[in-house]
């Protein structure tokens, strides 16, 4: 499906603005459902209150052991993020892996432009470029957490 709809797209425009655009594509979709999936209000909570907590941690002057626990809570925190958010980005970011798959066969053959070394000329480097700023545009447009 991914490669019929891209041979409709090569009789608007060439092979460069088609894998960027299929990068934006993915990029956009990839953060919807990272924004669906991940629980958004939950780990907005838990960053405001890693923040007060970070804040008491620099402004400390008491013994180690308090010192000990307040990092220790920070830890926590952080973990908690990190259960959210991972299980999310993972599925997130199955579409966009799929949709490369589809697509590398289609643009096996052809030459991208290059920003001075030779790897940057791949597929693969300008979807996953055009992927990661259209997405974290979105991210950054829509505040996703």
């Given at each position: ?24 594509l993915s ?64 599925l ?26 030779e ?20 991210k ?6």
């Amino acid at each position: 499906m991914i490669a019929f709809a891209d041979t409709l797209l090569a009789g608007l425009m060439g092979p460069w603005p088609r894998i960027l655009a299929w990068g934006v594509l993915s990029g956009a979709i990839s953060m919807g459902i990272y924004a669906w999936i991940a629980p958004q209000q939950k780990m907005i909570a838990y960053k405001a209150q890693q923040k007060e907590l970070r804040a008491k941690l620099i402004r400390h002057e008491g013994a180690f052991g308090e010192l000990q626990s307040l990092i220790r809570a920070d830890l926590l925190l952080s973990l908690k993020l990190c259960t959210l958010a991972v299980p999310a980005v993972v599925l997130s970011f199955l579409p966009a892996a799929g949709i490369l798959y589809c697509l590398l066969p289609v643009f096996a053959e052809i030459t991208l432009p290059t920003l001075g070394a030779e790897w940057t000329s791949s597929v693969e480097f300008w979807y996953i470029l055009a992927a990661c700023v259209s997405s974290l545009a979105i991210k950054f447009l829509f505040r996703i957490t």
